[in-house]
């Protein structure tokens, strides 16, 4: 691997995990002001959103978990074991790595596929929720949608900083407590 590999892979990296955060942190202030919105509207009002239910459920929550996917990985926000991992032998550290690796990579392209496959599957049905529902007026592969652009940010972002992640390099000064500084 090349000297402006690593740096151009590092800033790659580093800007899909900042626009991770930032589309995942968006969609977290939405969930805030739709749910406000809604106990204002009904309790003082007397006149709830009746889709609100629909957008948190479908929309909003699952984008602030699923679209969160890259930035977590760039800034190692994911469980860890350190305490474990920190007292292995570098041998065996780097058997973990491979493991933790290839079972986050499985994993990703698992939530890959199977989105994609139901998402695919309502847009050839042409579904859509019934007029006149308490659900937000979208076609449904819209929202489901959002695991699978999770999971390939995910898998852009592992294969890019593989060969980085797999040696076992630290993971560099720009990346601080959650925050990409790039």
């Given at each position: ?32 002001l739709v749910m406000l919105a809604e106990v204002v509207l009904r309790y003082l009002f007397s006149a709830p959103l009746g889709w609100n ?130």
């Amino acid at each position: 691997m090349t000297a402006e590999y690593a740096q151009w892979s590092k800033r790659a990296v580093d800007r899909i995990g900042a626009v991770s955060a930032w589309i995942a942190g968006l969609a977290l202030i939405l969930l805030l002001l739709v749910m406000l919105a809604e106990v204002v509207l009904r309790y003082l009002f007397s006149a709830p959103l009746g889709w609100n239910v629909s957008a948190v459920d479908r929309v909003l929550m699952p984008a602030s978990v699923f679209l969160a996917l890259p930035w977590l990985y760039v800034t190692s926000g994911h469980v860890t074991a350190e305490i474990v991992y920190d007292r292995l032998p570098s041998s065996v550290q780097r058997a973990a790595r491979w493991l933790a690796f290839l079972v986050v990579f499985v994993s990703a392209a698992f939530l890959l596929f199977a989105g994609l496959r139901i998402a695919v599957g309502s847009m050839i049905l042409g579904d859509s929720p019934p007029p006149g529902s308490g659900e937000i007026d979208i076609p449904t592969w819209t929202w489901q949608m959002i695991q699978p652009v999770g999971a390939l940010g995910l898998i852009i972002v592992m294969t890019l900083d593989a060969p980085r992640f797999i040696r076992g390099e630290s993971e560099g000064s720009n990346r601080d407590n959650g925050r990409v500084t790039s």
